[in-house]
T-cell receptor
């Protein structure tokens, strides 16, 4: 595997379910990101991790819970979501936030539908 | 917060035509990035710009970092059907460490064969 991978690619869940999104990067990067992409809106940054430490939580509701066990893996745990949470969830990685290259590389995304 | 104004929002062009799109900001950026997103996929990095005035090419794509550091332009020459997609600009500033990227809303490009 190369680049940034995300699983699952598609997910349909009810409002009472608990599910997790997984992201893995094979680029040797130390910063990882979760974004939400809704129709006709700019990409919304949700969380940022740098060297496994969370550095940014962009006022995201607590029903979204990130986890970064190491620099290569990032999870987004979902519980009691709302229909308006339906969107494409994108993971990205970059070298790091300490002055390293800022280019972010994205995974293919998870298309989430909350019913 | 910082915002990027990207224009046009959408374009319909004939195959073979050249395309121009731009991004403007009220703030100064240190870096400009241009991405393309195909339907159902994540954005793919096309070009990264690091210096004011810089002009960089990637095949038929050319991007420029505006002299004022508040804008950037992307040109596509001789468009082909696979150029269809959404093009995003993103800007970044340095503030004792890399700050998160700010993204534009995208330009949706349609190419008519």
């Amino acid at each position: 595997e190369t680049g940034v991978t995300q699983t699952p690619r598609h997910l349909v869940m009810g409002m009472t379910n608990k599910k997790s999104l997984k992201c893995e990067q094979h680029l040797g990067h130390n910063a990882m990101y979760w974004y939400k992409q809704s129709a006709k809106k700019p990409l919304e940054l949700m969380f940022v991790y740098n060297f496994k430490e969370q550095t940014e939580n962009n006022s995201v509701p607590s029903r979204f819970s990130p986890e970064c066990p190491n620099s290569s893996h990032l999870f987004l745990h979902l519980h009691t979501l709302q229909p308006e949470d339906s969107a494409l969830y994108l993971c990205a990685s970059s070298q790091d936030l300490r002055g390293g290259a800022v280019e972010q590389y994205f995974g293919p995304g998870t298309r989430l539908t909350v019913t | 917060g910082q915002q990027l104004n990207q224009s046009p929002q959408s374009m319909f062009i004939q195959e073979g035509e050249d395309v121009s799109m731009n991004c403007t900001s009220s703030s100064i950026f240190n870096t400009w990035l241009w991405y393309k997103q195909d339907p159902g996929e994540g954005p793919v990095l096309l070009i990264a710009l690091y210096k004011a005035g810089e002009l960089t090419s990637n095949g038929r794509l050319t991007a420029q970092f505006g002299i004022t550091r508040k804008d950037s332009f992307l040109n596509i020459s001789a468009s082909i059907p696979s150029d269809v997609g959404i093009y995003f600009c993103a800007g970044q500033t340095w503030n004792s460490g890399n700050t998160p990227l700010v993204f534009g809303k995208g330009t949706r490009l349609s190419v008519i064969a």
